[in-house]
């Protein structure tokens, strides 16, 4: 990130386009459909075990014990787990909470039946550049995100995710 | 005043200011990134988090400054409460 006497700097010496050039510049951007999502592995997350995510269908949803749509949310991803994990998706569910005791009571009060991980520092989301709690990424077998969906509603959330994992499943995975 | 100290202060005055507008430019200063809300989801931060204590309170507003309905109740503001 550029600091403040960089841009004070720029701006002194007369260039404020090259000032707002810089600042662009440094801000990161945000993971859109057709990017490359991060890789999990790298990012230094603590909790649960993940399984391998290589040539699989991976749905990573960012959440927060203090969010409420984070917690309606999870019975859905536990029965697309259910419906789906035997034909190569699997579910990432990567906590934001700063507090690791906030982290493991709620993943304790709702055991679900997917890896759910914790961003103790927020590097992941940082890099990811959330734009609502929750959102999750659908990543297919080649690790380009293909669909996001901000916030969580419901049935049709559900029922969007069902038909975006059936096209992704159907889909080949790259060779080796 | 001499040149040279008015030139001072200028530069001061407007240094100060560029400083100052650079720090309102900052992103991280105007906009709490989503996942950091924790502290603003909390229920402390409910101002209607009783709903008893909010209505006894919007009845004392409404029936000492004859202003029904100035807080989302239906009413004209008559005084005659």
């Known amino acids: 990130m550029v600091n403040a006497q960089t841009r004070l700097a720029s701006l002194l010496r007369g260039s404020a386009a090259a000032a707002f050039a810089a600042l662009a510049a440094a801000l ?8 490359v ?6 990012a230094g997350l603590t909790g649960g075990a993940l399984r391998e995510t290589a040539g699989k269908v991976v749905l990573v949803d960012f959440w927060a014990s203090w969010c409420g749509p984070c917690k ?3 019975p859905a991803y536990a029965r697309l787990s259910a419906a789906y994990a035997e034909r190569g998706l699997v579910i990432a569910a990567v906590s934001v909470d700063e507090s690791p005791s906030a982290y493991a009571a709620f993943v304790a009060r709702l055991k679900p039946p997917f890896a759910t991980l914790h961003d103790s520092k927020q590097a992941l989301v940082r890099v990811v550049q959330v734009p609502t709690m929750p959102t999750s990424y659908l990543v297919d077998r080649t690790g380009r995100v293909r669909f996001i969906h901000p916030g969580f509603h419901g049935e049709q959330t559900e029922r969007e995710l069902r038909g975006e994992i059936e096209a992704l499943l159907s889909e080949k995975a790259p060779l080796p | 005043m001499k040149p040279l100290r008015a030139r001072f202060l200028a530069i001061a005055f407007l240094g100060g200011a560029a400083a100052l507008l650079g720090g309102c430019s900052t992103p991280a200063a105007v906009r709490v990134r989503p996942w950091e809300r924790a502290a603003l989801a909390d229920e402390a931060m409910n101002p209607d988090r009783d709903p008893l204590a909010s209505a006894m309170i919007e009845h004392v507003y409404f029936s000492r400054e004859a202003a029904s309905g100035g807080k989302g109740v239906g009413g004209s503001g008559c005084g005659c409460n």
């Not at chain 1, 990161?28 to 990017?35: R, T």
């Not at chain 1, 999502?37 to 790298?42: G, K, L, N, R, T």
């Open chain 1, 28 to 35: 990161p951007a945000q993971v859109a459909p057709g990017s």
């Open chain 1, 37 to 42: 999502f991060p890789p999990i592995a790298a």
């Open chain 1, 72 to 74: 309606a949310s999870f």
